[in-house]
C-alpha cells in the first residue's frame, strides 16, 4: 500500500492530466457530483496540509524575515499582476478575465513544497511561504481580485475572506491540533497524505472540467496559452527577482517555484462559491492545477540536471 501511494504521489503530474483529459473525453460521468463538492475536497487537502506542518515551521518567519518579506511581496504583486495584464493583452471576456485574476491572487499552492524539494530548493523558506501566504490569503486574496477584477464584476470581499477561513485555514488549524494531540497517528498517516492530496487535487480539477467540457473545447486554446504563461512568467520573474537580490540558488530556486505554483484549487473553489453567474471563472484555476503540476516536474528536473552538470 505504502508503493502504491509512493507511485501515485510521484507521479501526480500525470495523474492529473490523466484526470483532465478523462473528463474532457467523457464528462458525463462525473455530472451528477455537484461542483461545490471541490470546497469539501480542498478542505481535506488542506486538513492534510496541517497535518503535516508544526509550530516550529513557522520559526522561519522570525528568523528569516528578509527573504520571507521578499518571497511574499514576490508572490502577491507578480501572480496577480501578471493575471491582470495577461487578461487585458488576450482581451478574455469577463468570466475567463475573473479566473485568471483569482488564480494570481491565491496563496502558493501546496504543491510547490514538493517540488522545491525536487529541485534541491530552500525548502524551509518554501514551507514558510506557503505557510505565511496561506495566512494572509483571507485579507489579501479578496482585496486584491476587488482591486483588479472589481471594475468589472461586484466582488464579495467579506464573502471571500470567510470562504477562504472556512476552506483553508480552519481546516489547517484542525489539522495542527490533532497533529499536537495524536502525533503517532499522523506519524503514521504521513506515507499516505502525499498521495490522498494528489488523488484530491486530480478528482478537483476532473471535476471543474466534466462540468465545462463543451465550453472549453468550444475555445479553450486561448485560455490554455494564458494559464500557461501566467506560470511560466511567474516561475522565471521569481527567479530573476532572487538573482537580481543575489539571493543564494537554493533560496531563488524557492521564491521562483512559490511564486509560479498557485493555490489554483482554491481559487476554482472561490469562483464555484462567489461567481456562480460566471461559470467558466472556474476553468482557468483548474486548467492552472494541471499545467503547473507539469511544468513544476519539468523545472525540477532541470534543476537537477543543470546540478549534475556543474558537479561533473
Known amino acids: 500500500m505504502k508503493t502504491l501511494c509512493y507511485y501515485i504521489s510521484k507521479y501526480m503530474a500525470v495523474l492529473v492530466l490523466a484526470g483532465a483529459l478523462l473528463s474532457l473525453a467523457f464528462p458525463r460521468v462525473l455530472e451528477p457530483i455537484p461542483t461545490k463538492a471541490i470546497n469539501y475536497l480542498l478542505g481535506m487537502v488542506m486538513f492534510g496540509m496541517g497535518l503535516t506542518l508544526n509550530l516550529h515551521d513557522f520559526k522561519i518567519v522570525f528568523s528569516r524575515p528578509k527573504d520571507m518579506i521578499i518571497g511574499c511581496l514576490a508572490q502577491f504583486t507578480v501572480m ?7 487578461a487585458k493583452a488576450f482581451q478574455l471576456d469577463e468570466a475567463l478575465a475573473l479566473g485568471v485574476v483569482l488564480v494570481g491572487c491565491c496563496p502558493g499552492g501546496t504543491a510547490s513544497n514538493v517540488i522545491t524539494y525536487l529541485a534541491k530548493g530552500d525548502i524551509a523558506l518554501s514551507v514558510g511561504m506557503t505557510g505565511v ?3 494572509l490569503a483571507p485579507l489579501l486574496t479578496p482585496l486584491l481580485t476587488w482591486a483588479l477584477a472589481g471594475e468589472r464584476i461586484q466582488v464579495d470581499v467579506l464573502g471571500m475572506l470567510l470562504s477562504i477561513l472556512w476552506v483553508v485555514i480552519l481546516p489547517i488549524a484542525m489539522g495542527l491540533l490533532i497533529k499536537s494531540l495524536w502525533p503517532k497517528f499522523t506519524e503514521k498517516a504521513m506515507d499516505y497524505l502525499p498521495a490522498f492530496s494528489s488523488v484530491a487535487i486530480a478528482f478537483t480539477v476532473s471535476i471543474i472540467i466534466s462540468a465545462n467540457a ?3 473545447l468550444a475555445g479553450g ?8 504563461l501566467h506560470n511560466i512568467f511567474g516561475l522565471g520573474i521569481g527567479y530573476l527577482i532572487g538573482r537580481l537580490l543575489r539571493l543564494g540558488e537554493p533560496k531563488i530556486r524557492a521564491i521562483s517555484i512559490e511564486v509560479g505554483m498557485q493555490n489554483s484549487g482554491l481559487a476554482s473553489a472561490l469562483a464555484t ?5 460566471y461559470p467558466m471563472a472556474t476553468i482557468p484555476g483548474a486548467i492552472f492545477g494541471v499545467w503547473h503540476n507539469i511544468s513544476g516536474a519539468i523545472i525540477a528536473w532541470f534543476f537537477r540536471r543543470k546540478d549534475n552538470i556543474e558537479t561533473k
Not at 221 to 227: E, G, L, Q, W, Y
Not at 273 to 277: E, K, N, S, V
Open 221 to 228: 486554446m486561448m485560455i490554455i496559452v494564458v494559464v500557461m
Open 273 to 277: 462559491l462567489h461567481f456562480a453567474a
Open 133 to 135: 501566504s496561506t495566512l
Open 214 to 216: 463543451s465550453k472549453l
Open 80 to 86: 496577480p499582476l501578471l493575471a491582470w495584464g495577461l
